[in-house]
């Protein structure tokens, strides 16, 4: 399929998924977005085979309830097309909560989006929150946490995936470790400083938005 993709143009787009599409799941939005795309009329690429589908992907899904001010996914066209006409196409197809914000030309072949996410910022929000010595976060040696999976429960150690901390009011802005390779769910940091603090906030009342998806173009050089 790669040497196809060399007679296709591929198109990098940007969107935001804000209040109630908060609740759409990653293949509803799927779903949603190729829907999108045919009553668009974009000149759709597609895969080659007995059972062909749209040269499209999303970078990263998104947990559902959590919004997103930055979300990333890619297609790929048959044709060259203005970049403002995808955007102004796409949105006048989407539902409430989703906007297209821009689109940029990028190369047909190389890693997608998807494989080029390493980091992502999240901004994690409590409903109140007193002004925390972050340093004192930054200098343990270890910030162990308990996580569960089919296969039971275990100990993981969270620092080695947080790149960075900021309080904004009663907002911590964290740019953590998010692709294929390593992911850390801003839900383990919230949980980790719920108890640091020896807060008592419910998991309802922790808002969580994915601020940027942030890609490390030298993957693919």
Known sequence: MEGSKLNYHRYRIYFTKQNRARFIGHLDLQDLFAKAI????LPMAYSQGFNPHQLMSIALPLSLGMTGKSEIFEIFLTRETP?????????????????????????????SAAGLVNKAVYCIGFPNLDRL?????????EMQIETKNKKGTK?????????????????????????????????????????????DFAPHQISYERRLLILEENFDK
Not at 133 to 141: I, R, T
Request: glycine share 6%.
């Open 83 to 111: 970049t403002q006409q995808i955007v102004d196409n796409l949105n006048q197809q989407m539902p409430l909560g989703i906007n297209i914000t821009s689109a940029d030309k990028v190369p047909s072949t190389g890693k």
């Open 38 to 41: 045919k009553r668009a009329k």
């Open 155 to 199: 100990i993981v150690d969270i620092k080695q995936d947080i790149f960075s901390l900021e309080q904004e009011g009663n907002t911590i802005v964290a740019t953590l470790a998010a692709g294929s390779g390593k992911n850390l769910k801003p839900q383990l940091l919230a949980e980790f400083i719920n108890k640091h603090i020896n807060g």
């Open 133 to 141: 010595d972050l340093s004192l976060l930054k200098n343990l040696a």
